[in-house]
């Protein structure tokens, strides 16, 4: 006999995480808190995912306030928190000792219930999180990542299930991270589930490709005791089933919610109205799209490439890069996507579809290839195997417990987040060991405050262009100056310490300048992103070709290359952000050499300033291959280095990349270590 449907509503993390990536505030969140607390959700998943990371990489917010508020604002509720195993929030496996610690913490700071699924569906992967989970009292639930492979069947999936169970699950999660879980396969899977387990089931499904409604309901008459919904206006696309829409098919059935449509409502129109705000990362993704069918995208994954790919000005490559996925995720072993494989396979299929395929392996990819994130589905592709042991310099795969390898970490990890700024706490060693290239930045900001989501909003006048009169800021030269604009499309001229600026008024509320010059040529970014910095001195005499700007774009870096000849005058300053087809520089006799001299700033406007780069110097320029982060050299400065050898570690699109020697010589760094970088900026030259 059926019983009565319990609902989790994911409003609170994996729908803005699915459409908006990740980047609803905090205090977005905490003044419908009240409401949702008193419906009568089995819970509320509110915080882990990809949360954790957009917090201190974008929001300037401590995750860990933020479990600490929703908790005290959702006493009758349990907030759900989605963990990757020995992964915890990372890109990595983490040692046991931090694995019980971050469980723990979790815990003590709010977390309910504990979602814990491994990318892999290796159970060595999930054990000691569980086991930590256990510890602390807590519900824990256990997820299987849910894909369509030849080597996944409902027999697998069962059998996967029985070895939840037996780790003392609470709970089984049939984890659908792309929307493939069809109705009456959803319908077979949780009645062979339900033959070899006698815990409830829960079913998290994303509407990418329409089918999820119909899923969640064949699911539920099989048997499965919760299904994951969304408020209905933050819902559908590649978010998820509306929780309005399930509680009116269920209601009067013997599988009733027993939830109230009213309150429901009202929630669903206080986020109709928050959606609003982060219209400028909505995913394009809005209806059904069954070409995720084959390439199994999740959700929160097309949401964020989505907006990596526009930020690359190269929007265009989408369909590109969902075909090569399939190929990307075959070779991998048919790897599920899902955090952090989800990434790995995604970043690598861009950089294939950008760089040609497999000509630059992330330190991720090889380290999935050779076993580092456990046992694959599959086999994967020999050829690519040998070549990641290769540069990985391992003679073989790994085969036993990835994590087993890994000695205690939590003693460093302690030192070096005080090192970096953390006030000592179990929680800022934890952030710090999460994201440790992004950590150090948040703790120096951290005081700031969080940004305020009103930042993320685009003016718009009713024609869909700039009102005449609107107040802008406009950053020349890394110093904010207020300009009251006129129409979209317009041009104004304005005037700074001598030096003339072409103002032009976008449609979007973009606005940009450029010097105003005769007979020169401008220099524009080819894709929205930071400037990191410019490798020669503003009135330099360049050539036709020269590396002069290096950029940041999808966490990777950039070239800028002259395309003249002359001297050049910069009119954007390293670390600002930029559009794309904005002008960076203007080259040639007619272009200006002297910046100008700095005016009085805008009201509240701050600047952004970095140390001039070093420039090349006549050797071998090495330049960034995309645009992120700086990591480090391999190598001393000054050493003598061989051709084709590693000399430089960059992170882009969250994942690591080599750069190598072209030429045999003595090195010279040109960027300093956690310094932005362009596509295309000299890193380093050698003689």
Known sequence: MAKKVKLTDLVLRDAHQSLHATRMTTADMLPVCDKLDKIGYFALEAWGGA???????????????RLRRLHAKLPNTPIMMLLRGQNLLGYRHYADDVVDKFVDAAAKNGVGIFRIFDACNDPRNLKRAADAAKKTGKHVQMAISYATTPYHTKEVYADLAKSYADFGADSICIKDMSGLLK??????????????????????????????????????????EILDTTISSMSMGTSHSPTETLVEIFKGTDMDTGLDIKPLLEIAAYFREIRKKYAKFESSFLGADTRILDSQVPGGMLSNMENQLKEQGAADKIDEVLKEIQIVQKDCGYIPLVTPTSQIVGTQSVFNVLFGRYTKLTQETRDLLTGKYGKTPAAPNADLVKEALKQNQMEEAVTCRPADLIPNEWDKMEAEAKEHGGDGSVEDTLTYAMFPKVAPKFFKERANGPVSSDSFVVAKASSGANAAGGNYTVNVNGTAYNVTSGPAGDTMSINVNGTAYNVSFGAAGAVQTAPVSSGSVELKAPVAGTLLKQLVADGANVTEGQTVIMIESMKMELEVKATGNGPIHFSAAAGTAITAGQVLATIGSGAPVQAPVQAAPAQGAGTASAAPAAAPSGGAVINAPVAGTYLKGTVAEGASVTAGQTIIMIESMKMELEVKATVAGSVHFLVSPGSAINAGQALAEIK
């Open 51 to 65: 949360t954790f990371d957009s917090c201190i990489r974008f929001l300037n917010e401590d995750p860990w306030e």
């Open 183 to 224: 109705p009456f396969e959803a319908y077979d899977l949780v009645k062979a589930i339900k033959s070899k387990v006698d815990i409830p089931i829960e079913i998290h499904s994303h509407a990418t490709t329409g089918l999820s409604v119909a899923s969640l309901m064949k699911a539920a008459e099989a048997g499965a």
